[in-house]
């Protein structure tokens, strides 16, 4: 994907389809309607969106600030000033997390400030956490008082996240290679990435954007979307047998709705073949380890009823 494509992978968000998403899109067939059930971080939908294969997508998914972030940032409204959230220590993220009501700036730090973006537990570990905030202010304010303040002098004519995220990589390679100063060294070779710039700078590519046309928002359980026979339906539920906990997921429930669903053209994602369906399509191994330490098969499903 292309840098400029990027803002397609949508919010920094557990089981976002990003990697997936274009060959997902390139798969399904065309029509008038096209609706992403579970929309999660609205990578499927804002690359159906931008594909021009239907007349309408609807982003749909339960979680009414996930959606709501997603739909402030493409029409700037609330605007959000990303620099703000370059900088978030373990206690004001927990503060975010167990002190704040639910909105959509909450949804915005406990994203982007999350370890694989599970929206609970803080981006790093207690062993790492001092160096990585470091060199954040190194690179944003300079007042670090160590000679990682070279860094802001360095990327200062940069006003972007992104520009600077990029400066501090130019900054790195070439501290790497001076031999001389070891114990800067030392350190950077452990620092090889900043987690919640890359995730802010794609939020950033969002604000860019116009006001996608095609693309509606929707804050329904799937129970309660109205779909017609002609439309093309894609769903990515919780995975089976994945291990993770989605607050009383029941996949019986799942295949019942399946089952009455009106539409025709019904796509699934999974690592299981379900009941009632063929493999559509196979999609790959999904880059990131699972639970147990293997990479495992991506389907795209075909409901056959």
Known sequence: MKNSEKWMRGLPYVGNKGQKAQQIIDILPSGGRFIDVFGGGGSISLTAA??????????????????????????????????KYVYMNR???????????????RTLVLTVWSFSNNMCDYLWGKKIEKEKLQLTRAL????????????????????????????????????????????LLQQLSRLDQLEQLQRLSRLDQLQQLQQLQQLEYSTLDYHDLIIRPDDIVYCDPPYVNTG???????????????????????????????????????????????????????????YVG
Request: aromatic letters at 16%.
């Open 244 to 302: 993770l906990d989605y607050g009383g997921w029941d996949p019986d429930v799942f295949y019942a709705w399946l089952a009455a669903c009106p539409a025709k053209q019904i796509y699934i994602s999974e690592y299981t073949k379900l009941p009632h369906t063929d493999v559509a399509f196979y999609l790959g191994k999904k880059h990131s380890m699972t639970g147990v330490g293997t990479r495992r098969e991506e389907l795209l499903l075909k």
């Open 50 to 83: 931008s594909s021009g294969k239907w007349n309408a997508v609807v982003y749909n998914d339960r979680r009414k600030t996930v959606v709501n972030l997603l739909k402030a940032l493409i029409e700037d409204n609330p605007h959000f000033d990303l620099m």
């Open 91 to 105: 206690e004001t993220f927990y503060n975010w997390r167990d002190n704040q009501p639910d909105s959509i700036e």
């Open 140 to 183: 944003f304010f300079g007042n670090t008082g160590t000679k990682l303040d070279d860094l802001y002098s360095y990327a200062k004519n940069e006003t972007s996240i992104a520009g600077k995220y990029k400066m501090f990589h130019k900054w790195r390679r070439e501290v790497m290679n001076i031999s001389s100063r070891y114990d």
